[in-house]
């Protein structure tokens, strides 16, 4: 635990976010489980729940964000990345408070970044090797392999998954890319990839496991589909991108002035500072 803090001293502060949406039920046992000795502050950003979400984060003194209305899962990042770097995040760790991925591993997850080995870590299922025996969906299971050895292709470079909910970015990889301008949906996790691949961000693994439940919210097999086309429909646009014939603002590295003043976002959510 002194080991721990030792590590932090330099000026690396770092925060957690949670997007959450109906997380009433998992909420105080994934909170319980993060290693506060790692971590400056926890934000949690709440996608219009129908459930006592809100209510259960303010009794854990958790710093909350409320959107009027459900905006989406990739909505919900941004407006957690937004603030985490108004208020000086160094790392920011992406923890879903569905209790899913299992927050005791943000030590191992941010100590590359402490250490400035790379730009972001993301917690692969693949390398944990046990993603079926924590319940991981058969057909998941292998739409996942597919997917990862596309992009893999695609981006030139080997990670062993891309659709994990458990990462840790830089501030220097979140004021690069133009995250603002990604999907507000699933496909958000595949296009800041995308975004920090052209922009030549360092991206390493760890190896994490999973688990699934009842609680934990999972998105249903045609949910998925659409989730799978638009990763298709993302490495289309990269590809037509990086060989010039068009190009994208989303993958242009983000202007100073938005990078310094955070004009480039919107505000439509109330904000609740505990």
């Excluded at 926890?42 to 209510?55: F, K, N, Y």
């Excluded at 997917?147 to 840790?168: C, I, K, P, Q």
């Amino acid at each position: 635990m002194d080991q721990a803090k030792s590590m932090k001293r330099p000026g690396k502060k770092v925060i957690v976010i949670m997007p959450a949406y109906n997380a009433e039920k998992t909420l105080a046992r994934c909170v319980a489980d993060v290693p506060r000795e790692w971590v400056d502050e926890i934000i949690l950003t709440d996608d219009a729940s129908q459930d006592r979400t809100v209510e259960i984060a303010r009794e854990l003194g958790l710093h909350v964000l409320v959107h009027d209305k459900n905006r989406g899962y990739g909505a919900n990042q941004k407006t957690c990345y937004r603030e985490a770097l108004h208020r000086g995040a160094d790392i920011v760790v992406m923890i879903h408070p569905d209790h899913q991925y299992d927050p005791t591993v943000i030590p191992q997850l941010i100590t590359p970044l402490l250490n400035e080995k790379c730009d972001a870590v993301f917690g692969s299922r693949m390398l944990g090797g046990k993603p079926l025996e924590g319940g991981m969906p058969r057909w998941k299971y292998l739409a996942n392999i597919f997917l990862t050895a596309l992009e893999n292709a695609v981006f030139y470079m080997y990670l062993t998954e891309y659709h994990s909910g458990l990462r840790a970015y830089s501030r220097r990889y979140l004021e690069t890319v133009n995250f603002h301008l990604n999907s507000d949906d699933f496909v958000f996790d595949s296009e800041i990839i995308a975004q920090g691949v052209i922009q030549g961000m360092r991206i390493k693994e760890i190896p994490i496991q999973t688990r699934y439940f009842e609680e934990a919210s999972q998105i249903g097999f045609w949910r998925s589909v659409i989730y799978g086309l638009s990763i298709l429909k993302t490495l289309f646009k990269f590809k037509l991108h990086v060989k010039g014939i068009k190009k994208f603002k989303m993958f242009e590295p983000k202007e100073e002035d938005e990078a310094s003043k955070g004009e480039d976002f919107p505000a439509p959510e109330k904000r609740q500072s505990l």
